[in-house]
């Protein structure tokens, strides 16, 4: 598998995207750029880090299914062109273009390339996926048995996912076998799908069998997004359902109906993104100024009377041994010793007593020393209590602190490095453009 790209290259590669998808999301992606600049500096965000490599572009629609449940045939129908591989082809990731996606491709998001292999990539030029990707996946009733985590990542990267049964075979055993990997967290985005809905019911029946089916998945957690279709291409000729003309058109009417109600559910995640990214920016620029920056603020103020009080008890500690010393040595020694110092002077020193010199850079090597280990060793206590990710776009507090407590900074700085009106503004300014596009 591929390693991710540059940077540069991965922002590039994805503006490109953007422009030929969803131009919609353009804006946002120019926002994320002018924020990146504001954080990259103080050390919210690391040099080879983006907010647009925090934000999923694309949504991620996963469909799941027994096997023979009709998935591929309504992928078919939902993007209006034949799907290369068809039932049990493995697990394929479908997304628009001429040419299939790879794993560096910047529509990704990292959780899709989790799982341990058996993913493949296709591509289709169908309108229908442009600004998202679509994930099928082969049957789950026992007879396909799924890479280890595959199931789980795809599941988990997803925003709908769409679970495919054959409306005949209310199986409870095959039900569990393709729902027990959704996690309780992802039921809310399931939406269940009863297809070949005609082979099984009579206009008088339908939603009796409905109703057992309701009843099965409830027990399985699943009690909302449950839908009736079946495919007039694909129906059998005999299917009691379409017995006469009437009742054909009046259930495919209903069929319709349906099936518009579920490209509506698509069509309102894949629509939606736009808003979710745009409050991922303006919340990661509303954390910045009003909780990440006064957060790092307090931690300098902390560190600074941690070092300056560490500083006062280090030079108490070496007065503390010059007295010592004298005492152990006896008062009397002393003028002969200041007397020795004074008179060490050298004709290549132009008279310069240089053991006077020498005593008062070892005294300052050891006071500097000393307060170098100790304004780190404050700086190092300090940042162990600070996230080193906040918030969702996953800003790093630890970082920025550190360094604002290098070595050759000031220790009575208040503010992260490089922060200041200048880029106070320009993360307001990038943060009113998102509120506007609201």
Known sequence: MSARPPLRR??????ARLAAESPDRLPLLTAARDLDRALKRPGFLRPGESLATRAPWWPVITVLGTAGSGKSTFINRLIGAPVAGGEGSGFTLLAHGSAPPDPADPRLPPGLLEGEGGL????????ALKGMLLVDTPGFDGAHDAPPGLVEAVVEAADLVLVFFDA??????????TLHRLAPGCRSKVVCVLNKIDACA???DVETLVGVWKEVLAQAGLVEGIYAVYDADAAGA???????????????????????????RIDAVRDGRAEQIRTLLAGAAAAVDGEQVPLVRRALRRWRWRVLLADVLWIGLLAGLAAGAVHL??????????????EGRVNWARGVPVRLVGAFAVVMALLVAGHLWLRAAAAQGIAAGLPEQAG??????????RRATRVFRSLFRAN??????????????????LVARA
């Open 10 to 15: 991965r922002l590039k590669d994805l503006e």
């Open 120 to 127: 493949r990539f296709a591509a289709s030029d169908s309108d």
């Open 168 to 177: 005949c075979h209310p199986d409870p055993p095959a039900i569990r076998s």
């Open 202 to 204: 009579t206009d008088d």
């Open 238 to 264: 005999d299917a009691p359902l379409l017995a006469d003309a009437e009742r054909r058109a009046r259930f495919a009417a209903r069929c319709d109906a349906q099936f518009a109600e579920i490209r509506k």
């Open 329 to 342: 040595a006896g008062r009397e020694t002393l003028p002969p010793f200041v007397s020795w110092l004074v």
């Open 392 to 401: 969702e776009a996953g800003l790093d507090p630890r970082r920025a602190f």
């Open 416 to 433: 992260p490095v490089g922060w200041g009106r200048g880029a106070a503004r320009r993360v307001a300014k990038a943060r009113e453009s």
